[in-house]
């Protein structure tokens, strides 16, 4: 079984910019699409963006215009490029690869946008 990983999160004040990353331990990012989801507190983890194995991209709302989700496939290896990033981005940011067999998530890492 694959295994995901997340990493890059960290506290921004408003306006600033985070490149997270979600290394996977094969290369499932090849294969299948790749996904951010978000937690923020008292809140249901929301869908932020989308890559499929083609390349082509898909955003939430909230976000298009100012996140970028691209991959590396020869580092095995999903980003998510946040830029102008507003309080209401605060959350704990989650990686995902649904497969026919199995859906693997990361275990997430917290991003914090305060002054």
């Known amino acids: 079984q694959a295994q995901l990983m997340e990493s890059g999160g960290g506290l921004v004040q408003p306006g600033g910019s985070l490149k997270l990353s979600c290394a996977a331990s094969g290369n499932i990012f090849s294969i299948y699409a790749g996904a951010w989801y978000r937690q923020a507190p008292g809140k249901q983890r929301e869908y932020v963006a989308t890559i499929t194995s083609g390349g082509s991209t898909n955003y939430a709302d909230s976000v298009k215009g100012r996140f970028t989700v691209s991959r590396d496939n020869a580092k095995n290896t999903m980003y998510l490029q946040m830029n102008s990033l507003e309080p209401s981005d605060t959350a704990v940011y989650y990686c995902?690869?649904?497969?026919?067999?199995?859906?693997?998530w990361g275990q997430g890492t917290q991003v914090t946008v305060s002054s």
């Open positions: 995902r690869v649904n497969t026919p067999t199995y859906d693997y």
